[in-house]
């Protein structure tokens, strides 16, 4: 059954990628999303066995890689934590599957781009079901290389060419990172396996290691580049700017890559590796600023943006800080819970926009929005319940995961986690802020984007309509119908083995640290009514009053200017002179071009010789007589009597 989970998509990928123009876009859409259907109900089958009942598994596959000291093999590593990942990939996986028949209806390329969701599904899946090291770092180059593949889908246009080389360095960025943790493993325990780590890591700690001339904690300095591995793929604080230009992809690859899978891998790797993190307090702080902050940051830029895809981007970015911010004060279960409902909400928030973007004939700006809830009711329906989720209204599955976060950063009662609670806390006011703004701006007032693209406005196909509603379900009640298991009373013999967790406290929390969640959220829910419904011009005048605070946070906080400035145009500049001085003047000018011209002129000349009249061979032949003699002569030879 595990086996079927993990590779049933690849053979979907396979399948699509080799045979789909002898087979046809029909026959692809049906076999991978019935094979990645079949891979979503053995993984809820996977889930039940393994994380209700306690039946943890260890499947070993095949030998891998065997040099020196270092061996490894393919296993299947399938615990409470790889069981609940399991169920995240392929249930979003397989409804995007589904969602994308309809979406890219049109699309002359559909067997590519099938192939190519079935193949990252795989890669995700060969992710969180690693047993070491080395495994989890295939998947995430994996998972790399497709979303690399996916975000640039639409090669013909030069922004998705961008964006997706973009997305694929920046990672780079943090998986340099992530190899240097990798490495240092190994130096230091010998092996790459989970478990060995696991049991050697206590005898690690207080000792140190040398790295760049200084002696530095071991476990510090491993977990800390482990973490740069996160930030980059997980679109952290710093390393976030790929993320929002990856809206150039088709949306449900938006919604599968940028919402519930490839992003949520660092949280997943974090949770997975966090009996290490456990045992670095400095790098567990730095994962709770890096949160707090990431939640902070992204929330101000979705504020202002006007691109439906780029507010939910700049959220999800907001959202996973949320989850570091809360394995970064320990509570690893609370990250893991909120990666769990977060799928469902931010994924049906993603397809709902691409139902708008689909309805409205490509427009994505909201601006050009405006009254389509009469126009296509369903879909506002879908939307409001994403919105209600993300936003943590009561009782809804956002308000139990991220509600609880913000009350367990105060609780942690250290200068980290008062940081990371305010952080949060303001996140969470200007996430009901965006939320509503997006709201109000696409389905309420007057459409502003004329009367023949109203005309033609239409609700989904179902194969678009089904998936809203599996995902409302989930966005609705995955939040009490799972608390109990992830962060509640249970916790400890839901997780077991598969993270670190904690005593629940059972002590009453302050009732204003309870209601302030709710109380943020209800702030930004009024503010937005009272600027996009009661006073719809009042926006317009704090943008003529405050237009840089207004471009600033609409260029969130110009990161993209500021790295263009400090790294891109001084490696473009570098390569340029390395190409026209380096490689053109001196490589090929003394090389071979410079070789090459110097045989071609000297051929030029000796070709003027030969001019095919006898007597100018005689005469050459004369010379070349009277040179003999002459160097005969002087040489010494003499002439013989």
Known sequence: MYQAIVFLPLLGAIFAGFFGRLVGARACEVVTTTLLFVAAFLSWLAFYQVAIDGQDVRIEL??????????????????????????????????????????????????????????????????????DLVQLFFGWEGV???????????????????????????????????????????????????????????????????FLGYQVPILELVCFLLFMGAMGKSAQFLLHTWLPDAMEGPTPVSALI??????????????????????????????????????FFAATAAVVQTDIKRVIAYSTCSQLGYMFAAEGVGAF???????????????????????????????QDMRRMGGLRKVIPFTWVMMLIGSLALTGFPLTSGFFSKDFIIETTYGDHTAVGLYAYLTTLIAAFLTALYTWRMMFMT??????????????????????????????????????????LFIGTDQIGFWRDSLVTHEVAHHELPLWLTLSPTIAMTAGFL?????????????????????????????AWYFD???????????????????????GKIIDGLGPDGVSARVVDITNRVVRLQTGYIYHYAFIMLIGVALFLTYFIFSGGGIAP
């Not at 990942?85 to 559909?110: F, I, R």
């Not at 992003?263 to 707090?292: D, N």
């Not at 279960?333 to 709902?352: I, S, V």
Request: with cysteine.
């Open 62 to 131: 095949l030998s891998w890689i065997h040099s020196g000291e270092l061996k490894t093999f393919w296993s299947l590593r399938i615990d409470t934590l790889t069981a609940v990942m399991l169920v995240v990939v392929t249930t979003v996986s397989s409804v995007v599957h589904l969602y994308s028949v309809g979406y890219m209806d049109e699309d002359p390329h559909k067997e590519r781009f099938f192939a190519y969701l079935s193949l990252f599904t795989f890669a995700m899946l060969a992710l969180v079901t690693a047993d």
């Open 144 to 210: 790399g290389l497709a979303s690399y593949l996916l975000i640039g889908f639409w090669y013909q246009k030069p922004a998705a060419n961008a964006a997706a080389i973009k997305a694929f360095i920046v990672n780079r960025v943090g998986d340099f990172g992530f190899a240097l943790g990798i490495f240092a493993i190994f130096v230091v325990f010998g092996a790459v396996q989970y478990d060995t780590i696991f049991a050697a890591a206590p005898d690690q700690v207080g000792k140190t290691m040398a």
């Open 258 to 295: 940028h919402a519930a899978t490839m992003v949520t891998a660092g949280v997943y790797m974090v949770a997975r590796l966090s009996p290490l993190f456990e045992l670095a307090p400095y790098a567990l702080a730095f994962v709770a600023i890096i949160g707090g902050t990431s939640a």
């Open 333 to 363: 279960g609370a990250g893991m819970f909120h990666l769990f409902t977060h799928a469902c909400f931010k994924a049906l928030l993603f397809l709902c926009a691409g139902a708008v973007i689909h309805t409205l004939a490509d427009n």
């Open 443 to 484: 389905f309420e007032g007057n459409f502003k984007g004329g009367r023949k693209v109203l005309d033609h406005a239409h609700e989904p196909p179902w194969t678009m309509g089904v998936p809203l509603v599996i995902l409302a379900l989930g966005a609705l009640f995955t939040g009490i119908g799972f608390q109990h």
């Open 527 to 555: 503010i937005a009514w009272y600027f996009y419904m009661w006073q719809p011009l009042y926006p317009f005048g704090l943008l003529k009053r405050f237009p840089a605070v207004n471009r600033f946070f609409l260029h």
């Open 561 to 583: 200017a500021l790295y263009d400035f400090l790294f891109v145009r001084p490696a473009k500049r570098l390569g340029y002179f390395l190409w026209k001085f380096g490689d």
